[in-house]
């Protein structure tokens, strides 16, 4: 389900606009490019595609923005075409975003250009392969535009994608869940001992008698408010240690709507957790 080709005529959206006259061909042309443009506060990553159409199309689907334009066209012509359609644009996009974030996750399929969620928040994958001497891996996020770029040994190799991702997700998990249960234990006037990630079939966070948290892993798929449940749930219980009346009287206190919040997460085919 992450991964779908461009296929306006079945689900994507698309759009035609006619370039200016007089145009001249842009220098050094590539057929395919990746390119980013801002429109308004927002830097939208796009891919461009030369053709030899004489109009400029876009079309919007779950991989993001496909811009297909005439070989002569000048970059700076496009820009202006792009901007042109700032509204259109941002708005399909954030439709297809609304409806990615509707739908029940499935399989990963380990490529590029597959959607990632990070904390609900669906990030474009890039997979290249590493510069030749260097033997690290890396992962780098860019919140901006939405794109997580993973330079490994060799990009079609799945498990050494999917290890690495794992990786990098679990240590993202760790600093996000510190920092949240630091957070809420200064507000809820509570000292928890220790943070720890639990990958446990059946629940998504414990609290031991001695103070120790463990939350899920896969919560740093979860949006931010299902995981501040989560954090808030396990704090309370440094104060009572069952799911007493009294239990939830503190959760409710720092959490009123967290009957809508653990609906959420209890419920079947969470729409925000991938199947890895």
């Given at each position: ?39 308004g506060d927002r830097c939208i990553d796009y891919t461009l595609k030369r053709s030899s159409r004489r109009t400029v199309g876009f079309v919007i689907d779950r991989e993001g923005l496909t811009i297909t334009a005439p070989l002569r066209l000048s970059l700076a012509t496009l820009d202006e075409a ?195």
């Amino acid at each position: 389900m992450f991964r779908r080709h461009p296929d306006p005529a079945s689900g994507g959206t698309a759009h035609g606009t006619p370039p200016k006259a007089g145009t001249t061909r842009p220098p050094q042309t590539r057929l395919v490019q990746k390119r980013q443009i801002m429109l308004g506060d927002r830097c939208i990553d796009y891919t461009l595609k030369r053709s030899s159409r004489r109009t400029v199309g876009f079309v919007i689907d779950r991989e993001g923005l496909t811009i297909t334009a005439p070989l002569r066209l000048s970059l700076a012509t496009l820009d202006e075409a792009i901007v042109s359609k700032q509204s259109w644009i941002i708005g399909k996009l954030d439709n297809w975003l609304a409806k990615f974030a509707a739908e029940p996750a499935g399989p990963i399929q380990w490529q590029d250009g597959m959607l990632f969620p990070v904390f609900g928040e669906p990030y474009h994958l890039r997979i290249v392969a590493l510069a030749t001497g260097r033997r690290t891996t890396q992962v780098i996020a860019q919140p901006v535009s939405r794109t997580l770029t993973l330079m490994v040994r060799d990009p079609s190799d799945a498990e050494m994608v999917r290890l690495a991702l794992l990786r990098w997700l679990q240590g993202e998990a760790r600093r996000v869940f510190a920092e949240r249960l630091d957070h809420y234990a200064a507000r809820m006037g509570v000292r928890y001992a220790g943070l720890g990630l639990s990958s446990a079939r059946t629940r998504w966070g414990s609290c031991s008698s001695t103070g120790q948290i463990r939350l899920h892993w896969r919560l740093a798929h979860a949006p931010m408010t299902l995981l501040d449940y989560v954090v808030v749930h396990e704090l309370a219980h440094l104060r009572e240690m069952n799911h007493s009346d009294r239990f939830w009287a503190i959760v409710s206190q720092e959490m009123p709507d967290y009957s809508e919040r653990r609906a959420r997460l209890r419920g079947p085919n969470a729409d925000w957790l991938p199947h890895w």
